[in-house]
């Protein structure tokens, strides 16, 4: 398979990455933790580009990419995940998952117009948020608002099985291509503290020991990279492979975000633990997005479960 990227992908990811090194520096996050509102600067190029959500897996999570190596605040994921089950992608949108509670988690809810809210059944009703009752939670991620909803008597509509599998599928490739992103920015700044930090006058990266952890941490990147772009490939291709694909790209983003967020910190030293520091802005993304659409283990389970069938 040809992973290399056509011109027109070239062209987005560059964009992208220039856009958020311009407009979603470090500051930026911080700012947010103490003004929810500081998003909205960003959000403003951003939204620009929710039409993403309807398009191609591939080019989605290639921008995907870039907005969770700068942990951008705000509702583009949620939005596109919106955009992607709705087919609407003239709103701002987020998605509610129901199974047996009346009180889902939903992400970015004070900031989209509309709640897609599939329950069991399938099935999908379309909310103004103005009609739900909101109630914000405290989670380790100070980039992305989370929220509990109180959810009214539900007029839905029956959801196709095979159309909610494939949105599914398409959520999995694109949280894993946003913790990859994440995943990267924490193992570039580990990569080049260890190039400036000296002990005993030479860098502390020119140690065995640091090599060996730099080295580990780079093979699962990569492996989680190669995990994430296949399975979007995958989708796009309606490939009959593409639910074991996205099970995969999910836990190998899990681990290689789980591996260098801990090798990071060590490497860092007790710098790494400090506010003062960055690094914690991009651990908490990570450490989030591991609990957003199944955690490492819970699709490790289902691989399972797709290879003994």
């Known amino acids: 398979m040809d992973f290399s990227l056509t011109p027109d992908q070239e062209l987005l990811r560059d964009t992208s990455r220039k856009l958020l090194e311009r407009e ?51 509702p583009f994921l949620a939005t596109t995940g919106y955009a992607a ?25 004070d900031r ?30 100070f980039s992305r608002r989370l929220f509990a909803l109180d959810l009214p008597h539900l007029t839905a509509q029956p959801l196709a099985a095979d159309v909610y599998a494939r949105w599914r599928e398409r959520a999995y490739a694109c949280m894993a291509a946003e913790m990859v992103g994440t995943a990267r920015r924490i193992f570039d700044m580990t990569l080049s503290y260890a190039k400036e930090r000296k002990q005993f006058d030479v860098p502390i990266g020119s140690f065995q020991a640091i090599q060996h952890k730099l080295a580990d941490m780079s093979l699962a990147l ?76 819970w699709h490790l389970d289902r691989l399972a479960d797709l290879l003994i069938d």
């Open 24 to 74: 979603c520096p470090p500051a930026l996050v911080r700012a947010h933790i103490d003004d929810p509102s500081a998003h909205e600067p960003l959000w403003r190029h951003l939204a620009e580009y929710t039409a993403l959500g309807t398009g191609p897996a591939a080019d989605l999570c290639l921008f995907l990419e870039e907005t969770g190596y700068a942990a951008a605040p705000g």
């Open 85 to 109: 089950l709705t087919g609407d992608d003239t709103a701002t949108g987020t998605v509610a998952l129901v199974d047996d509670s009346t009180h889902p988690f939903v992400l970015e809810a």
């Open 112 to 141: 989209v117009e509309r709640i897609a809210v599939v329950s069991p059944g399938p099935r999908l009703a379309v909310l103004d948020v103005t009609d739900v009752p909101l109630r914000f939670v405290a989670t380790v991620d």
């Open 222 to 297: 990569e492996r989680a990279t190669a995990a994430a772009h296949y399975a979007a490939m995958t989708i796009d291709g309606d490939d009959p492979e593409r639910a074991r694909a996205c099970h995969v790209a999910k836990a190998a983003a899990g681990e290689a975000a789980r591996r260098i967020l801990k090798d990071g910190i060590q490497i860092h030293g007790g710098i790494g633990y400090t506010w003062e520091h960055d690094l914690h802005l991009y651990l908490r993304r990570a450490t989030a997005d591991e609990y957003l659409f199944g955690t490492t283990g």
